[in-house]
């Protein structure tokens, strides 16, 4: 099923472990994002990229670094997990905003992390 | 900068009752707007959107929503709901221009009760 897949769907880590969550879409969209969710905070940017080739910081980007591997690919690393990072993280990917017509965001089932 | 608030975190409704969940946005230019709904352990599915035209929107599951441009308002109602429409749903907006992503409210938690 065409889709974003995410990899991988829980995680444990200690704190000042790293980790990568990988993030697949097959959409052939421009456009893919990392968001995480907070209970009672909604779900809040924080990286994206726009293109291949190119990453933008969105409103939460601090301990977090991203790579855009190919077209299809976005991943998200934790350099050292803090427990302030534990959440859930959601990938997302979109057509191009702007594109007619517009489809909006696919999320892929999320990653359920936590750093004790 | 965009903003989105959804008045009411939580909404206990009865089952086959109607149902309206709130959601007001801020932006200084022209948007788009959506609703996502979560169920329990499960990722964001779409449940409607406004992109131009008519102000009425329906979408999947007997949901509508209304945008109201002069109360920048965008709420989301049902006229009768039942329990497996109890979930997580989520307001949304994103510039037109796209320079900016999708921004999301804190949510409203649907509790529909037999």
């Known amino acids: 099923n065409a889709g974003v897949t995410q990899t991988p769907k829980f995680q444990v880590l200690k704190t000042g472990q790293s980790m990568t969550l990988q993030c697949a879409q097959d959409m052939n969209h421009n456009s893919m994002y990392w968001y995480r969710q907070d209970p009672g905070m909604g779900l809040r940017l924080i990286y994206y990229s726009a293109s291949e080739g190119t990453t933008d910081k969105g409103e939460v980007p601090n301990g977090y670094n991203v790579s855009r591997l190919n077209k299809r690919e976005f991943s998200l690393r934790l350099e050292s997990a803090a427990p302030s990072q534990t959440s859930v993280y959601f990938c997302?990917?979109?057509?191009?905003?702007?594109?007619?017509?517009?489809?909006?965001?696919?999320f892929g089932s999320g990653t359920r992390l936590t750093v004790v | 900068a965009q903003s989105v608030t959804q008045l009411d975190s939580q909404v206990p409704v009865f089952e086959e009752a109607p149902v309206e969940l709130r959601c007001n946005y801020s932006s200084s230019v022209s948007v788009y707007l959506f609703w996502y709904v979560q169920y329990p352990n499960q990722g964001l599915q779409l449940l409607l959107k406004y992109l131009s035209g008519s102000t009425l929107v329906k979408g999947i599951n007997g949901f509508e929503a209304e945008f109201n441009k002069s109360q920048t308002s965008f709420h989301l109602r049902k006229p009768s709901v039942h329990i497996s429409d109890t979930a997580e749903y989520f307001c949304?907006?994103?510039?037109?221009?796209?320079?900016?992503?999708?921004?999301f409210g804190s949510g409203t938690r649907l509790q529909v009760q037999p």
């Open positions: 949304a907006v994103s510039e037109k221009s796209g320079r900016r992503a999708l921004t």
């Open positions: 997302a990917s979109s057509q191009t905003p702007g594109t007619k017509p517009y489809y909006g965001y696919t």
